[in-house]
């Protein structure tokens, strides 16, 4: 157990579904992160929030849509992906000035 | 915009030998941070690097930061197999917050 939650830990969907990931921590921290990691590029980051604001937004497309409700939780909301989008879903989370705290991670395969 | 490059992509060692990666920024860093990701696994927190030719050890382990703060450097002394996993550098640019720049990690398998 990392201090960060995330569920579920294996995802399968279809093209037309629609799914969300979940993320928690109780660390206090004030940040927290979506990465996507594939083969292709190693750790990709695609969304930042600090304290519940989204400040960045890496050119992600429309297919995912983050939510966070508070300081502690995440969503990460998916529709009509595509099989390229298959890929470990990591969400962080950190404090000021220290190292960030990944979750265990989602593995998502769309078929 | 900023680049963190590391090499090598892959390291096959034997158990026993030394192992180096090394982390290029492409602009100057408030601090550097290392980070292994075991296979299977997710990514953890080693250390952070904040002043100019900081060195700092965990046992085995060798942590450099450059006189620049453009570059860095993970050793790992007498390698052995618990030591195989992903090793990520990830640099923190001035003026950029809390927002971490990842290398594209070293992967390192030890033959027993």
């Known amino acids: 157990e990392t201090g960060v939650t995330q569920t579920p830990r294996h995802l399968v969907m279809g093209m037309t579904n629609k799914k969300s990931l979940k993320c928690e921590q109780h660390?206090?921290?004030?940040?927290m992160y979506w990465y996507k990691q594939s083969a292709k590029k190693p750790l990709e980051l695609m969304f930042v929030?600090?304290?519940?604001?989204?400040?960045e937004n890496n050119s992600v497309p429309s297919r995912f849509s983050p939510e966070c409700p508070n300081s502690s939780h995440l969503f990460l909301h998916l529709h009509t992906l595509q099989p390229e989008d298959s890929a470990l879903y990591l969400c962080?989370?950190?404090?000021?000035?220290?190292?960030?705290?990944f979750g265990s991670g989602t593995r998502l395969t769309v078929v | 915009g900023q680049q963190v490059m590391q090499i090598p992509q892959y390291q096959h060692v034997q158990e026993g030998e030394d192992f180096t990666t090394y982390c290029n920024s492409s602009?100057?860093?408030?601090?550097i941070q290392w980070y292994k990701q075991r296979p299977g696994g997710h990514p953890v927190f080693l250390i952070q690097?904040?002043?100019?030719?900081e060195v700092k050890k965990q046992k085995r382990l060798t942590f450099q930061f450059g006189e620049a703060k453009k570059n860095s450097s993970l050793h790992i002394t007498a390698t052995q197999t618990t030591d195989v996993g992903t090793y990520f550098c990830?640099?923190?640019?001035?003026?950029?917050?809390?927002?971490?720049?990842f290398g594209g990690g070293t992967r390192l398998m030890v033959k027993p």
């Open positions: 962080a989370s950190s404090g000021q000035w220290r190292g960030y705290t």
């Open positions: 929030y600090n304290f519940k604001e989204q400040t």
């Open positions: 990830a640099g923190q640019p001035n003026n950029a917050g809390n927002m971490l720049t």
């Open positions: 602009t100057t860093l408030s601090n």
């Open positions: 690097l904040v002043k100019s030719g």
């Open positions: 660390l206090g921290h004030n940040a």
